[in-house]
């Protein structure tokens, strides 16, 4: 028999781990900062939701998890989901820090020389931060609405 708490852990894991791969492997590192390639991770978060939605809800993010959470309205829903909620959790973070890993192997430490870009301002580097946040959790979210 197939444990669906497992299945739902693995599925956020292999999705997180997808998304964050692709962040990792398609930023430049130079500069004391990061350049990502925008197209390659939009297509690595499209391939994570894609195989994981039917299995988990593709939330590959703790932030998507507490968005659906907090957005349903029906409170045994809520409360249900609640008591699973440290399933998604568990997966994601043992998925983004998989792909961190190997990231760190592969690209020898660089991955945690964390800044904004020298071409940026903090006010650029905040704006795109809430805007890309929100445009994240909506599609997300919108995205549940119709599965």
């Not at 350049?35 to 391939?47: E, P, S």
């Not at 760190?104 to 301002?121: G, M, Q, R, T």
Request: net charge negative; with cysteine.
């Amino acid at each position: 028999m197939v444990n669906v708490q497992g299945m739902k852990m693995l599925s956020e894991y292999l999705g997180t781990f997808i998304l964050t791969s692709a962040v990792c492997f398609s930023t430049q590192y130079d500069s004391g900062s990061q350049a990502g390639f925008l197209f390659a991770i939009l297509g690595g978060l499209f391939v994570a939701v894609t195989l994981t939605r039917e299995i988990s809800g593709g939330h590959v993010n703790p932030g998507v998890t507490m968005t659906v959470y907090f957005a349903e309205k029906d409170e045994h829903e809520r409360a249900e989901f609640g008591n699973q909620i440290w399933v998604y959790f568990i997966g994601q973070i043992g998925g983004a820090l998989s792909a961190a890993l190997l990231s760190f192997v592969i690209y020898d430490e660089n991955i945690f020389k964390l800044a904004i870009h020298p071409k940026n301002s903090q006010s650029e580097a905040f704006f795109m931060e809430i805007l890309g946040s929100f445009l994240f959790y909506t599609t997300i979210l919108i995205q549940g609405s119709f599965s």
